[in-house]
C-alpha cells in the first residue's frame, strides 16, 4: 500500500525557517516525481516545488523561488522541503504528493505550518 | 502566470448530472487532471490525461478537453459526490490548479 506521511510543521515566527519531510512507503521513491503542494486555511490548492525522480530536475512556484529548497533522500524513502524567511502568507497545510501521468496520483494527509508572531 | 479559471460552485439533484468546466489558453493543448477534496481530507486525483481514471473511480465521472475549456462531468450525483472539485495541467515547468468548484448535492 502506497503511504506518504509528512512531518516538521509547526507554529514560526516570520523570517524562520522550518523543515518539512515526507516519508514514502510501499513505492521504490526513486522511480517517480515528487512534488509539495500547499493549501492555506479555507483556499484552493497551490503547487510548491516539483522533484525528478533522480533530483536532477528541480522546479519551483515563483511565491516560494530563492526560499524553499525541494530535495530527497532515495535511500531514506524521504523527501523534503526547506523553507526559509518564512511569511505570513505561507501559513498553510503542506502536502507531499506523487508525481503520476503530469498528475499526482498519491498524496499525503498533510502538515500544517503557521507563520505567526 | 497561466491562470485556469473555474466556477465557484455549482449545485445539482441526486440523480442528475453536473458538469464543472475549467478554462485556460490554449487548455486543450496540455494534460488535464482533476482532484476530488472532502472535508478535512486530502485530495483525491479522479481524472488525468483529460479523460482517463484511474484505479477504483466510477465510470460516472468522466473527463474531456478541447480548445479553451477542459470539462468534468459526474453523472447519477449522489451524496458522496459533495465536495471540492480542482482542475490542475502544467505550462512549461510550472503546475498550475484551478481556482476549485464546490459541489453541492442538493
Known amino acids: 500500500e502506497v503511504q506518504l506521511v509528512e512531518s516538521g510543521g509547526g507554529l514560526v515566527q516570520p523570517g524562520g525557517s522550518l523543515r518539512l519531510s515526507c516519508v514514502a512507503s510501499?513505492?521504490?521513491?526513486?522511480?517517480?516525481?515528487m512534488n509539495w503542494v500547499r493549501q492555506a486555511p479555507g483556499k484552493g490548492l497551490e503547487w510548491v516545488a516539483y522533484?525528478?525522480?533522480?533530483?536532477?530536475?528541480?522546479y519551483y512556484a515563483d511565491s516560494v523561488k530563492g526560499r524553499f529548497t525541494i530535495s530527497r533522500d532515495n535511500a531514506a524513502s524521504t523527501l523534503y522541503l526547506q523553507m526559509n524567511s518564512l511569511r505570513a502568507e505561507d501559513t498553510a497545510l503542506y502536502y507531499c504528493?506523487?508525481?503520476?501521468?503530469?498528475?499526482?496520483?498519491?498524496w499525503g494527509q498533510g502538515t500544517l505550518v503557521t507563520v505567526s508572531s | 502566470s497561466y491562470d485556469l479559471t473555474q466556477p465557484p460552485s455549482v449545485s445539482v439533484s441526486p440523480g442528475q448530472t453536473v458538469t464543472i468546466t475549467c478554462s485556460g489558453d490554449?487548455?486543450?493543448?496540455?494534460?488535464v487532471s482533476w482532484y476530488q477534496q472532502k472535508p478535512g481530507q486530502a485530495p483525491v486525483l479522479v481524472i488525468y490525461?483529460?479523460?482517463k481514471r484511474p484505479s477504483g473511480i466510477p465510470e460516472r465521472i468522466s473527463g474531456s478537453s478541447s480548445g479553451n475549456t477542459a470539462t468534468l462531468a459526474i453523472s447519477g450525483t449522489e451524496a458522496m459526490d459533495e465536495a471540492d472539485y480542482y482542475c490542475?495541467?502544467?505550462?512549461?515547468?510550472?503546475?498550475?490548479f484551478g481556482t476549485g468548484t464546490k459541489v453541492t448535492v442538493l
Open positions: 504528493a506523487r508525481g503520476r501521468w503530469r498528475a499526482h496520483d498519491y
Open positions: 510501499g513505492f521504490t521513491l526513486s522511480g517517480y516525481e
Open positions: 522533484i525528478g525522480g533522480s533530483g536532477t530536475n528541480i
Open positions: 490554449k487548455l486543450g493543448d496540455r494534460y
Open positions: 490525461h483529460d479523460t
Open positions: 490542475q495541467a502544467w505550462d512549461s515547468n510550472t503546475e498550475v
